[in-house]
């Protein structure tokens, strides 16, 4: 079946707006060299955004590092024990948003770990804390793994944990979790926890709840190019169901202080290769994220040229990739991220979690309908 593929016909496709294959994926990843995927993706980028290359103001909380499990990629997580192990107070939680306030964010993104002793109240509680202290700011928070393990911790249905959480301030889900869905390679880097089809499943009813979310792919370790083509071609057939993505965003392996450390960190090669395939596969995303924290503010900027519209935000107190090695800083300014962006010839636009233009004035914002979809 293959065989009767090349570049000409992925070529026709793309020019057509034709889905292209499982097959023609995996021939991209095979046989492609990195400059033609990278003017086809360019090319689909450029249709849908023009040079628009969108960012927001946005702050991190990790709320807690202690987690049950024991993702072998990840440097994060904290036994209960540990020295390192913390947990933040409603104090701290304040504290967080107050800082946030002051500095014009639009977004919190919550994840963290998974605490042994946690219930699922303080959880809510998180999201009730940060909204009952500032109820403008938007509040990106926990992954499918974290929705799945409430709904293990409660018994109840992902429906009604996502409406606790919306009730207490919740405005979407993030990406993460998503890792790469292939069972087999799943069992390699993270047993136990949440399988592909509850993150799918619980991605499906937060989209029917209203709530959008992003998807994510974790690359660069054991899996190999089908794992890649086969998580991609997942995402896809859910957006079909539910139109309820907005953003994917591939996140490179960090290997440092984790129990994989002897394999490397992607190549910038790898990184812009997968975010042209990427662009080119997802035909039902509006964004594809260049997240600059994990690939470095040299290769986000460029691969504004290789599919990517989005570099995320300024990123305020980033820790999961920074206990993994990034040695990116912990947060970029707003005139560091349009220097980045007007340099790769593309033209910065501020928006908001859900895509809608804001319009600011240093600390104070407000945003524009309507939502920015190409
Ligand atoms: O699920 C953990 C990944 C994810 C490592 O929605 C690692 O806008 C690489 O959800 N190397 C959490 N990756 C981060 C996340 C996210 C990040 C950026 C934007 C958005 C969004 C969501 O980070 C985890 C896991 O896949 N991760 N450790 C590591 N060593
Ligand atoms: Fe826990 Fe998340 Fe780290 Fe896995 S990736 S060990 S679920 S904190």
């Known amino acids: 079946m293959t065989n009767s593929i090349t570049i000409d016909t992925i070529r026709q496709k793309v020019n057509a707006g034709e889905r292209l294959t499982f097959e023609d994926g995996l021939f991209l990843e095979q046989e492609v060299d990195l400059l033609t995927l990278g003017s086809l993706a360019h090319q689909v980028r450029t249709a849908r955004h023009g040079n628009a290359a969108y960012y927001n103001t946005n702050i991190h909380l990790n709320p807690t590092n202690v987690c049950v499990y024991r993702c072998k990629f990840c440097a994060f997580r904290s036994d209960l024990k540990d020295d390192k192990a913390y947990v933040f107070s409603d104090e701290m939680i304040r504290d967080r948003v107050l800082e946030a306030k002051s500095q014009g964010a639009t977004e919190i993104h919550v994840v963290g770990g998974l605490h042994h002793l946690k219930k699922f109240d303080w959880?809510?509680?998180?999201?009730?804390?940060?909204?009952?202290?500032?109820?403008?700011?938007?509040?990106?928070?926990?992954?499918?793994?974290?929705?799945?393990?409430?709904?293990?911790?409660?018994?109840?249905?992902?429906?009604?944990?996502?409406?606790?959480?919306?009730?207490?301030?919740?405005?979407?889900?993030?990406?993460?979790?998503?890792?790469?869905?292939?069972?087999?390679?799943?069992?390699?880097?993270?047993?136990?926890?949440?399988?592909a089809q509850s993150w799918l499943d619980i991605h499906r009813a937060a989209h029917q709840l209203g709530l959008r979310s992003n998807a994510t792919m974790l690359y660069g370790h054991v899996e190999e190019a089908h794992h890649r083509i086969d998580h991609l071609c997942k995402l896809r057939d859910l957006q079909d169901e539910t139109h309820g993505f907005?953003?994917?965003?591939?996140?490179?392996?960090?290997?440092?202080?984790?129990?994989?450390?002897?394999?490397?960190?992607?190549?910038?090669?790898?990184?812009?290769?997968?975010?042209?395939?990427?662009?080119?596969?997802?035909?039902?995303?509006?964004?594809?994220?260049?997240?600059?924290?994990?690939?470095?503010?040299?290769?986000?900027?460029?691969?504004?040229?290789?599919?990517?519209?989005?570099?995320?935000?300024?990123?305020?107190?980033?820790?999961?990739?920074?206990?993994?090695?990034?040695?990116?800083?912990?947060?970029?300014?707003?005139?560091?991220?349009?220097?980045?962006?007007?340099?790769?010839?593309?033209?910065?636009?501020?928006?908001?979690?859900?895509?809608?233009?804001?319009?600011?004035?240093?600390?104070?914002?407000?945003?524009?309908?309507p939502i920015l979809i190409a």
């Not at 911790?153 to 944990?161: D, G, M």
């Not at 995320?312 to 206990?323: K, Q, R, W």
């Open 246 to 369: 907005q953003t994917f965003i591939p996140l490179a392996f960090h290997p440092e202080n984790t129990k994989m450390d002897n394999i490397s960190k992607p190549t910038g090669h790898q990184d812009l290769k997968t975010i042209a395939i990427s662009r080119l596969m997802l035909d039902n995303f509006d964004h594809i994220k260049a997240y600059w924290i994990m690939l470095g503010e040299q290769t986000a900027q460029v691969a504004l040229g290789f599919g990517a519209d989005d570099l995320d935000g300024t990123v305020v107190h980033e820790l999961i990739y920074h206990d993994a090695g990034a040695k990116t800083p912990e947060g970029l300014s707003v005139t560091k991220l349009h220097s980045l962006i007007r340099e790769a010839g593309c033209e910065p636009v501020e928006r908001d979690t859900l895509y809608r233009r804001v319009i600011r004035n240093g600390a104070e914002w407000k945003v524009e309908e």
């Open 123 to 195: 959880y809510v509680d998180v999201v009730r804390v940060i909204h009952e202290t500032w109820p403008e700011i938007h509040i990106k928070a926990w992954t499918g793994v974290e929705i799945s393990w409430f709904a293990h911790l409660t018994k109840k249905p992902y429906e009604w944990i996502l409406q606790q959480m919306i009730d207490a301030g919740l405005g979407s889900l993030p990406g993460g979790g998503a890792e790469i869905f292939d069972e087999q390679v799943r069992s390699q880097i993270c047993e136990h926890k949440a399988d």
